[in-house]
């Protein structure tokens, strides 16, 4: 993973596990429920950005080298691991 993408994602990761454990405590707590699904809400933010963020940097190299690959297996095998990923959304 290039170093711009990789600092980025591991940020927001570290962010969104911050908040992840807040939850929870807030659970363990009794805190008043919409306190709590605001928090999770914005922990699931996070790993959406997060989840950006690897899938741009994901894009921009690898897919990229396997799509310029003079091999049509590559290129169909890339495109493929693309449509997967997104149908999980």
Excluded at 15 to 37: F, H, P, S
Excluded at 71 to 83: A, G, H, L, T, Y
């Amino acid at each position: 993973m290039k170093q711009p993408f990789k600092d980025k994602a591991l940020l927001q990761l570290k962010k969104a596990n911050g908040t992840l454990q807040k939850v929870i405590k807030m659970i363990e707590e009794d805190v008043y429920c919409i306190d709590i699904l605001q928090q999770g809400m914005a922990a699931a933010g996070l790993m959406k950005s997060a989840n950006k963020t690897v899938m741009e940097n994901h894009l921009n190299s690898c897919f990229q080298a396997g799509i310029e690959s003079r091999s049509p297996k590559k290129q169909k095998e890339m495109i493929d691991e693309i449509v997967k990923v997104i149908n999980k959304n």
